[in-house]
């Protein structure tokens, strides 16, 4: 089968792919379509380590194949988002209702496709740069079969980190301002997040003036091409600010554009030894620097809840789909990501 393989020196759409099937507690997905985040990049360039060979994707979406033994909640035909989160759901954290904490789910990357004749790590509990793949029962999350799978598939990703992070993490409330630094597919997820939960004035800033449409049609009240405008519109600072983009001076920037008792949010991810500053002294006024990984998010609560708020017309999936490439074409794909063309290129299978 096809499927996108990073060997450490170069990435392949390769033919000679395999899976195996599905043992208990586990499902087997033919992935239709799957969206290119920039963490899938990452590992490309480094900022991310992780081992290799290792088949990329992480987002996506398709429809049950088979089911191993002991899974009930989907079954062969259901059409499914797929989750990163392979949470064992039995530890302290799960119990808690914080999977996103579940050790069991960090840093043990599987190994369930073979190519000529040697394993291939598995990125994220998923690889969704597949035709076919192996995800624990947990991450699969059944979604009505009239949402088209190339929007539902960033569902996974984009949608559970950024809609997530406002929602589940820093919790904005009515009424609350927010500015939000990058507005790529996490900024204009945060974005609409934001416009959920009520918040009064929403400030997008992005270096790019060609983004200023799609973030206002997302839920931004402003458009700003540079964080020294902000405080023209909110003289006090923000209630909250998310830092979409994974460079260090920006998160600095967000902190510095904090009201009291404000909240930075980190969601971009710079390198792994990167390292950001600040003037303690500007956090004595209740003021709070929040890390959030997958939007601190219950996928399987979160996905079927976002399907829900997307049928309703509420929450925004097809525009951010930009750009649709069939898997062969995932150079091209690549170099709109890299080149910030897109909010989301979805490749298909």
């Known amino acids: 089968m096809r499927g996108v393989v990073f060997d450490g020196r170069q990435v392949q759409v390769v033919g000679d792919l395999a899976v195996r099937e599905p043992g208990p507690g586990e499902v087997l997905v033919a992935?239709?379509?799957?969206?290119l985040c920039h963490s899938d990049l990452s590992v490309v360039d480094g900022t991310i380590p992780?081992?290799?060979?290792?088949?990329?994707?992480?987002?996506?979406?398709?429809?049950?194949?088979?089911?191993?033994?002991?899974?009930?909640?989907?079954?062969?035909g259901d059409h499914v988002a797929l989750s990163t989160l392979a949470n064992c759901g039995t530890c302290p954290e799960c119990d808690r209702g914080r999977p996103?904490?579940?050790?069991?789910?960090?840093?043990?990357?599987?190994?369930?496709?073979?190519?000529?004749?040697?394993?291939?790590?598995?990125?994220?509990?998923?690889?969704?740069?597949?035709?076919?793949?192996?995800?624990?029962a947990v991450q699969?999350?059944?979604?009505?079969?009239?949402?088209?799978?190339?929007?539902?598939?960033?569902?996974?990703?984009?949608?559970?980190t950024g809609v997530g992070a406002v929602l589940n993490r820093a919790r904005v409330d009515h009424g609350d301002s927010v500015v939000v630094i990058g507005t790529g597919g996490i900024g204009l997820n945060v974005l609409q997040g934001a416009r959920l939960a009520?918040?009064?004035?929403?400030?997008?800033?992005?270096?790019?003036?060609?983004?200023?449409?799609?973030?206002?049609?997302?839920?931004a009240t402003d458009f700003l091409t540079s964080a020294e405008g902000v405080r023209d519109i909110l003289p006090t600072g923000a209630d909250h600010a998310f830092e979409c983009v994974g460079r260090v001076e920006l998160i600095r920037q967000a902190i510095d554009l904090l009201d009291r008792h404000g909240q930075a949010v980190l969601l971009g991810v710079p390198p792994a030894t990167a390292e950001a500053s600040f003037l303690v002294s500007s956090l004595y006024l209740d003021k709070s620097?929040?890390?959030?990984?997958?939007g601190s998010s219950r996928p399987q609560r979160d996905i079927a809840l976002?399907?829900?708020l997307y049928r309703q017309g509420r929450l925004l999936l097809d525009e951010l789909v930009t750009a649709v490439h069939p898997v062969e074409d995932f150079a091209k794909a690549r170099a709109d990501a890299e080149a910030g063309r897109v909010a989301r290129a979805v490749l298909t299978f």
């Open 31 to 35: 992935v239709a379509a799957a969206g």
């Open 50 to 76: 992780f081992p290799v060979p290792v088949v990329l994707g992480h987002e996506g979406a398709g429809v049950v194949e088979a089911v191993g033994a002991g899974v009930t909640h989907v079954a062969p």
């Open 100 to 136: 996103t904490m579940c050790r069991q789910a960090i840093g043990r990357p599987g190994k369930p496709f073979t190519r000529r004749n040697s394993l291939v790590h598995q990125f994220a509990a998923s690889s969704a740069f597949a035709e076919r793949t192996v995800v624990k």
């Open 140 to 160: 699969a999350v059944r979604i009505p079969k009239d949402i088209p799978l190339r929007s539902a598939a960033l569902i996974g990703c984009g949608v559970l």
């Open 198 to 219: 009520g918040a009064l004035r929403i400030v997008a800033v992005d270096a790019d003036p060609a983004k200023a449409e799609a973030a206002r049609r997302f839920g």
């Open 289 to 294: 620097v929040l890390g959030c990984r997958y």
């Open 306 to 308: 976002y399907a829900e």
